[in-house]
């Protein structure tokens, strides 16, 4: 009976496995929780023994060399619809990816052949970004969904917050549309997640059980500063801000969707460019750009912010390799802007923020002269003092700038 194929049973549960539509014309496979006796009022009792059983779940991505059946065991990873071709014209795709990662576009390939050939190697947090319209942010997770159907998912934010996670868990990208994540839970749990081999996946009426997770997070939003807290340290986002194009196209994606089988051809032979360095593949400097430090910036508070652009002003006036502070000389530089603080919460901010580690013993403390209208340069100013202080390196605010030595910096004064 040709209705009967439609159902599988895993373990001692009984599951139909059907095509749900879309609005966009397009469909999703379901796997739906069928009930034993409901197959038999249908079909009568005869058709179980033909059910084709299982032993249990488990997912094994695979783009190139697909097995639905592992060790009398149901792959939940799912099989794409269409045809690999290793001829064919990809120029319109190519086109896009190159509006997308710009000066980045090898590593960005290197990105997409890697989720296609090695589906289960961690990967990058992506995240695009942009205030302004028309820059395609939406159409490259579309795209990515054409690729690789079913394997991946397209969710809001009370999506991810969630409780029940098994719609999205075994999905090899977890892509999040006009993201707004700003609560640390939510940046802790997409940073443990994106580096997990393991997850337990729970839905509604259903146990939690622990799965293989191979997921690979991709983050759109229309904020560029705050969309998720993170901080300089960070070494797993890779953020680009997004252009708008010059002309829109709204055939585009209609464009790319039929390039789709030789662009997947061409993912199957390209060799990956970027040699494998870290448990993300990529380095920190790959992957870094100006978009990330906006977005670092745009977690500071008014306090943290204030104390970065004294630090920087102070080093490129005195042109050292290192300023010294103990909290309160920071309160007193705060108080001159009219900002009120505390010596004990700025002392948190210099060792959590800034992750710095204090000292006891002399140092010297650079300042400039301060006016009724902020600071001035006409003066040049240092003194030496004793007490517990915290340490800035020049290299983390300046780089490539030749430093003078205390003697230069003494007869810069002097003179």
């Not at 890697?114 to 990967?123: A, D, E, M, R, V």
């Not at 430090?293 to 042109?319: A, R, S, Y």
């Not at 004990?344 to 060792?351: A, D, E, S, T």
């Amino acid at each position: 009976m040709k209705e009967i194929k439609k159902f599988i049973r895993v373990g001692v549960d009984y599951f139909m496995l059907s095509q749900q539509p879309l609005s966009s014309g397009d469909s999703i496979n379901i796997t739906a929780k069928w009930s034993k006796q409901t197959i038999i009022d249908d079909f009568g009792k005869e058709v179980i023994k033909d059910i084709k059983k299982y032993e249990g779940f488990c997912i094994l991505p695979s783009n190139i060399d697909y097995k639905k059946e592992i060790n009398n065991y149901y792959n939940r990873y799912e099989q794409l619809s269409y045809k690999i071709e290793t001829n064919g014209n990809y120029d319109t795709i190519v086109f896009f990816l190159k509006h997308i990662f710009r000066e980045q576009y090898e590593i960005g390939l290197d990105y997409l052949t890697i989720l296609w050939k090695k589906p289960s190697q961690i990967l990058p947090i992506l995240c695009l970004v942009s205030s302004e319209r028309n820059t395609g942010k939406t159409t490259f997770l579309n795209l990515l969904k054409l690729i690789f159907e079913g394997n991946m998912t397209i969710n809001k934010n009370e999506d991810f917050r969630g409780r029940f996670n098994n719609d999205w868990a075994s999905k090899i990208i977890i892509a999040i549309d006009e993201v707004l994540l700003d609560r640390k839970e939510d940046s802790e749990r997409i940073k443990n997640l994106s580096t997990s081999n393991h997850y337990k996946s729970e839905g509604k009426g259903v146990d939690k059980v622990e799965i293989e997770f191979f997921g690979k997070f991709i983050l759109c939003s229309n904020n560029e500063e705050n969309f998720i807290k993170t901080d300089d340290k960070e070494i797993r986002y890779w953020v680009r801000k997004i252009l708008p194009f010059e002309t829109e196209n709204p055939n585009l994606l209609g464009k790319m969707k039929d390039e789709i089988p030789s662009f997947a051809g061409f993912l199957t032979n390209r060799e990956i460019t970027t040699k494998h360095t870290t448990r993300m593949w990529f380095t920190k400097e790959q992957i870094h750009t100006k978009a990330l430090d906006v977005l670092v910036k745009g977690n500071q508070t008014t306090i943290e912010k204030e104390i970065e652009d004294l630090v920087i002003e102070l080093f490129e006036v005195f042109n050292v390799d290192q300023l010294c502070f103990a909290p309160i000389d920071l309160v007193e530089e705060l108080n001159k802007v009219n900002i009120k603080v505390s010596r004990n919460y700025v002392g948190k901010i210099l060792r959590e923020h800034f992750k710095l580690e204090q000292k006891n013993s002399s140092y010297n403390l650079y300042r400039l002269e301060s006016s009724r209208n902020g600071y001035v340069n006409s003066k040049l100013d240092f003194t030496s003092r004793i007490g517990r202080f915290y340490t800035f390196k020049r290299a983390d605010f300046i780089k490539n700038v030749d430093l003078l030595t205390n003697d230069e910096i003494s007869n810069k004064i002097s003179g």
